[in-house]
């Protein structure tokens, strides 16, 4: 069985995402930003980058795993990774005025063929848990809001 790399960027959430996955009967391995080398992570055909605190920039080899290995291999990004993924394709970051830790809010699932929102409603709850967001204005044109 394939196991999936879950890169933690030392966020308490990592695990509710491990859960998620192994109750998925996918097998996991969980690695902290700062103690996977990046040829070790070659490994791994699919990988999560968890949330986190702080910028992409200084979550250890985060934004270079993604340079590395995003032509190639299935990566999903949460929260501090997704935003990652957004930086490291030419999108800004903005800070949001309006914080939104603890937030429930209604997912509005935008293509519903997406392999990631299969099985799932159109419509649903989310928990949001950020003050960051990639820039409507300069998001990357490689990549679809969905």
């Given at each position: 069985?394939?196991?999936?790399?879950?890169?933690?960027?030392?966020?308490?959430?990592?695990?509710?995402?491990?859960?998620?996955?192994?109750?998925?009967?996918?097998?996991?391995?969980?690695?902290?930003?700062?103690e996977?080398?990046?040829?070790?992570?070659?490994?791994?055909?699919?990988?999560?980058?968890s949330?986190g605190?702080?910028?992409p920039?200084?979550?250890?080899?985060?934004?270079?795993?993604?340079?590395?290995?995003?032509?190639?291999?299935?990566?999903?990004g949460?929260?501090?990774g997704?935003?990652a993924?957004g930086?490291?394709?030419?999108?800004?970051?903005e800070?949001?005025?309006?914080?939104?830790?603890?937030?429930?809010?209604?997912?509005?699932?935008?293509?519903?063929?997406?392999?990631?929102?299969?099985?799932l409603?159109?419509?649903?709850?989310?928990?949001?848990?950020?003050?960051?967001?990639?820039?409507?204005?300069?998001?990357?044109?490689?990549?679809?809001?969905?």
């Open positions: 069985m394939e196991k999936i790399l879950v890169l933690d960027n030392y966020d308490s959430f990592t695990y509710n995402l491990v859960h998620y996955i192994e109750a998925n009967n996918y097998e996991v391995d969980v690695f902290r930003n700062d996977i080398s990046l040829e070790e992570v070659n490994k791994y055909n699919t990988i999560v980058l949330p605190p702080g910028l920039k200084d979550a250890g080899i985060l934004e270079e795993l993604i340079r590395v290995y995003a032509p190639t291999k299935k990566i999903l949460v929260c501090l997704m935003q993924i930086e490291v394709y030419g999108g800004q970051l800070n949001l005025n309006t914080v939104f830790h603890g937030v429930a809010s209604t997912l509005n699932v935008t293509d519903t063929n997406d392999l990631l929102f299969k099985n409603p159109k419509q649903f709850e989310v928990g949001r848990y950020h003050s960051w967001v990639i820039s409507r204005n300069h998001f990357p044109e490689v990549l679809d809001i969905t």
